[in-house]
């Protein structure tokens, strides 16, 4: 049995090689609608990862109090969205003041600058680093972790020291061949010490996190004086059960805070980050969907091709299927060469679709600055879509072979 099926194998071999261009087409064919799957369900695989790790920086746990919600209403086509106020200086301070629900930590920040340039001793930076003015729960609500040194505590707060911690981007930048830790640099010409290095969190969309400087907020407020700031603020649950009742305490003050009545709708926006998390989601999931049909019209056509190739095939050898039968071979052997042929094509396809996605995937994410990941789901989908469309293509012209009557298969020329 086992020397019958090697002699298939060969044979089928043979077949593929006599037949070269024709199956070359029919390779590339399948190929094609293999990569299509691979190359979009990887790029959006890419994508999401990249946001969800974007989003997810606001830390577990966490929900934010801001100018606007994440999402906009439109209507007609044109965007429709109510003016709210900023948020400033006098409503965070408050808000600090009045919020006290138990086990939760408020961190208060704002964005000083994304243009500022800073120097070291005889080293500065192209004006493009970020500059943050922050409390001491800033780092830990949005989900950073310090790699070096320590991170802003109180007494930095209190007094208003000039301390920073510091992105890795930038250490690379002004201090890689040194010690960062209580190295001096200089912001807007107020001079600050490094205590501490943030791990590193990428780039997205051309938005360098790794490039800033957090300083105490109460420095940073005399740094930038622009009067329309507008501040963000977290807070972080320690007990993810109390986040829903922390985040229904926290509308009520800053309610309070904003004077608005009972009957008034929010003049602020509140996002949890598992929420935004969803959102994307549920966007990414459409795009899913337009992925697999895509995918499939293309496959639906290259069966169809895989299909036609093999029932040529199986009339140009009318005469050898006749040999076979008549030297002995069943139907069944017959069947399972032509059944053969059809697996060796699809998975070749297969293979080939895979190694062309997974590096289209690949230059995409690398161009678009998103953080790719391995498409494991999309190879196996796409490895066991190439065997199913190679099984159903070969099924017919695998019967119709096996079906040929021996003498009027060697009568055939």
């Known amino acids: 049995m086992f020397s019958l099926a090697k002699e298939n194998i060969r044979i089928a071999f043979d077949s593929i090689k006599s037949q070269l261009l024709r199956t070359i087409l029919t390779v590339l064919i399948i190929a094609i609608g293999i990569m299509a799957l691979v190359a979009i369900l990887s790029s959006v695989s890419a994508l999401e990862n990249t946001i969800s790790s974007d989003f997810s920086s606001m830390g577990a746990n966490t929900f934010n109090i801001q100018r606007y919600e994440f999402n906009s209403q439109r209507q007609g086509g044109r965007e429709r969205q109510k003016i709210n106020p900023i948020i400033t200086y006098r409503n965070v301070k408050d808000f600090e003041d009045q919020f006290k629900f138990p086990f939760t930590k408020t961190s208060v920040s704002f964005i000083g600058t994304r243009s500022a340039e800073v120097k070291f001793e005889n080293k500065k930076t192209d004006p493009e680093v970020s500059v943050l003015g922050a409390n001491e729960h800033f780092i830990q609500n949005s989900g950073l972790e310090v790699d070096e040194g320590r991170e802003l505590n109180y007494f930095d707060i209190e007094n208003s020291t000039n301390v920073c911690v510091i992105g890795s981007d930038l250490k690379k930048a002004l201090l890689d ?3 960062p830790i209580n190295k001096t640099i200089s912001v807007r010409g107020s001079k600050f010490k490094v205590i501490g290095v943030l791990k590193s969190k990428g780039a997205t969309f051309g938005n360098n996190q790794d490039l ?3 300083i105490p907020i109460q420095k940073a407020r005399t740094i930038f004086t622009n009067p329309f700031i507008n501040y963000n603020l977290s807070v972080k649950a320690e007990k993810k059960d109390m986040l829903a009742s922390a985040q229904d305490e926290a509308i009520l003050t800053f ?3 904003r004077g608005l009545n009972p009957v008034e709708e929010n003049n602020f926006g509140l996002e949890r980050s598992d929420d935004l998390l969803n959102r994307i989601g549920s966007i990414t999931q459409y795009l899913y969907i337009a992925a ?3 995918s499939i019209i ?4 290259s069966s169809i091709a895989l299909m036609n190739i093999l029932f040529v ?3 140009e050898r009318t005469r050898e299927i006749g040999v076979r039968k008549a030297l002995g071979a069943k139907r069944k052997t017959i069947a399972f060469q032509f059944f053969l042929e059809a697996i060796i094509i699809g998975q070749l396809g297969g293979i080939l679709g895979i190694i062309l996605g997974v590096l ?3 230059g995409v994410s690398a161009a678009a600055k998103f953080q790719f990941a391995i498409p494991w789901l999309a190879m196996f989908s796409a490895f066991t879509i190439a065997f199913i469309v190679a099984i159903i293509s070969g099924l017919l012209p695998a019967v119709k072979a096996a079906k040929l009557d021996p003498i009027e298969s060697l009568r055939y020329e």
């Not at 293309?298 to 056509?301: D, E, N, P, R, S």
Request: no cysteine.
């Open 177 to 179: 061949d040194v010690n």
């Open 298 to 301: 293309t496959i639906f056509g």
């Open 360 to 362: 289209i995937g690949l």
């Open 255 to 257: 309610r309070s805070i």
């Open 313 to 315: 095939s199986v009339s």
């Open 292 to 294: 697999w049909v895509i």
């Open 212 to 214: 800033r400087v957090i």
